[in-house]
């Protein structure tokens, strides 16, 4: 492609509302375009190149894997949302509209009731499963503050694919398949990534993964161990349980006057105990469908920290909000001197896993300036789970070695599903026996607009876009620094033209344009490979340029033909 001919609006102006490089580059680069600021984008012709690129990988893995493809609608109707139960549960994320019959519909952030509702129509027996299919295709998600680009954009293309199996075993099989697929799908693409163990969000499901790209950009907190192969979201990490070597108070149980100490760490210096022996009582209300909310204790040791979508996991809520004095009072409960042992009718309770039989332990009493001390949970029967927010430097649950925070953007994203949506929408097939049976089912995702984002995010510098070879709008760029000279330009050229028979994507910086300006715009598109034609022709000799580092090496014009295609193709 000739610079001269392509629709290429670059710019040295900076975004006003652009904060990270991904945004900066891809605007300033001409790649896309903000439609009136509102979260939305065009794609120029470069930025459709590199989609399309990305895309492509993507198909290519997923089609030798044996998944097919499909189309589905971008508008969908809302009775499939109203059957699964998801239509009210979504959020304000999702962009609900009426029709001019009045009929209800909604933009698809996500289609599994799509999927679902194609599949219920066309598969009858298990002879017919196991299916992969899958769709690459625009997404709508009404983001209250749509932000950096698109890493969190409002529409956005998105590669959705989803499994239907006949038993559960089948499905953790393709579930298998898919992790290795997406990890070759993000080898191929030049990225550093990790697979981390996550929480299912409103998707759902009983156990998911989350393909992380490293970036210190990244909005996503990751514990990960460098030892091993582990790494999780923030939202599900685990850890090795911890011992504590300071020694346990002895008490007798009983309840104990503690004027003024409503805290762990008054508590503990009150005691002159370590916060490992004290409960802390965490209070919050739970929202749940229909407008229906719950006071929920959550019980875990002092020296933890409660992680609040553990919490509301747990409980099987929409969210989690904060409750304030008052409204604790009006239930029975006594801020600051709460405790899971003496609990009003009508509070849930719920342990953290750490509590399960310990002992020595002090708690609220729930009355004011009152502690119990000698608590002991040995042998209680309680509505126990994983609470606990893991902190940088806790040990790895798989290798016993220290874990650490990092940032990660999430590109992919792969659930199972079991029967969540299969049973409710009614996806049924006849087993070896005759009997209906729900079909049990995998998605798996990837962002595949935002993964433009996530390549600039882990490689750039302070000039621009560094692509990797796989997403590259070109493979390499001839730049004739002066369009006067008949020889650099006979010579680009002829270049150009070999190059292209050879099967490389070349663009050819053929403009009437000064030199300066011409490096400027090479530098900020990261195509990975520059020849550049400049004065030191007439010694016979031209540069290679590797945009990586920006690393020069002359090279004589005799030769460039085979140092490119050796080092490029």
């Not at 407008?291 to 019980?299: D, H, S």
């Not at 070349?506 to 400049?534: C, Q």
Request: proline letters at 3%.
């Amino acid at each position: 492609m000739r610079f001269s001919r392509l629709l290429i609006p670059t710019t040295k102006e900076t975004p006003n509302d652009a904060t990270l490089a991904s945004h900066i580059y891809l605007i300033r680069g001409g790649f896309i375009q903000s439609v009136g600021g509102s979260g939305l984008y065009n794609f120029l012709p470069l930025g459709k190149k590199v989609l399309d690129k990305v895309r492509a990988v993507v198909k290519d893995e997923l089609d030798q894997a044996g998944c097919q493809e499909v189309s589905l609608s971008f508008v969908t109707p809302a009775s499939l949302w109203q059957e699964s139960g998801r239509f009210e549960k979504y959020g304000k994320e999702l962009l609900r509209f009426k029709d001019r019959k009045n009929n209800d519909f909604i933009l698809g952030p996500t289609h599994e009731e799509m999927m679902v509702n194609l599949v219920r129509q066309t598969v009858k027996s298990y002879k017919q499963l196991p299916l992969n299919l899958y769709q690459v295709n625009l997404k709508f998600r009404d983001e209250i503050r749509p932000r950096f680009g698109l890493m969190r954009g409002r529409e956005f293309l998105m590669k959705d694919g989803y499994s239907f199996h006949a038993s559960q075993e089948d499905m953790q099989r393709e579930f298998a398949l898919m992790e290795e697929t997406y990890k070759k799908i993000f080898t191929r693409l030049g990225l550093e990534f990790r697979v981390v163990e996550a929480d299912s969000g409103a998707i759902g499901g009983s156990g998911s993964k989350e393909f992380m790209v490293l970036a210190d950009s990244g909005e996503d907190t990751i514990v990960v161990c460098d030892s091993c192969e582990y790494g999780a979201n923030i939202e599900a990490a685990v850890r090795k349980e911890k011992a504590c070597e300071a020694e346990a108070p002895e008490a007798v149980f009983a309840k104990f006057h503690t004027p003024d100490t409503q805290t762990v760490e008054e508590l503990s210096k009150f005691f002159h105990v370590d916060p490992y022996y004290l409960v802390k009582t965490v209070a919050k209300k739970a929202l749940f469908d229909e407008g229906e909310t719950k006071v929920v204790l959550f019980a875990l040791r002092g020296s933890d920290e409660l992680q609040e979508v553990k919490a509301c996991n747990a409980v099987n809520a929409n969210d989690l909000v904060d409750i304030s004095e008052e409204e604790l009072g009006e239930v029975g409960l006594v801020a600051g001197y709460m405790g899971p042992t003496v609990v009003p009718e009508g509070v849930s309770v719920v342990l953290d896993n750490n509590l399960k039989e310990a002992s020595s332990m002090i708690c609220g009493a729930n009355e004011k300036d009152y502690h119990l001390i000698g608590n002991s949970f040995i042998g209680v029967e309680a509505d126990y789970h994983d609470l606990v927010a893991v902190q940088d430097g806790d040990l790895c649950s798989c290798c016993g070695e220290p874990m650490r925070y990092t940032k990660g953007i999430e590109a992919g994203h792969i659930f199972q599903l079991g029967t969540q949506y299969s049973e409710p929408l009614g996806a049924n097939f006849l087993d070896e026996n005759g009997k209906a049976q729900p079909m049990v089912m995998g998605t798996y995702g990837i962002g595949v607009s935002r993964l433009l984002a996530a390549i600039i995010e882990q490689n750039h510098d302070d000039k621009g876009c560094i692509w990797t070879k796989e997403s590259a709008p070109f493979d390499l760029q001839v730049i004739i620094s002066n369009i006067k000279d008949d020889e650099q330009v006979a010579l680009g050229e002829k270049l150009y033209e070999a190059l292209k028979a050879k099967g490389l994507d070349v663009l050819l910086d053929d403009r009437k344009e000064r030199f300066g300006p011409k490096i400027k715009d090479y530098e900020l598109l990261g195509v990975p490979h520059a020849v550049i034609i400049g004065k030191k022709l007439q010694d016979g000799l031209v540069e290679f340029v590797s945009r990586e580092g920006l690393v020069k090496e002359e090279v004589s014009a005799d030769t460039i033909l085979d140092v490119v295609t050796q080092k490029v193709l």
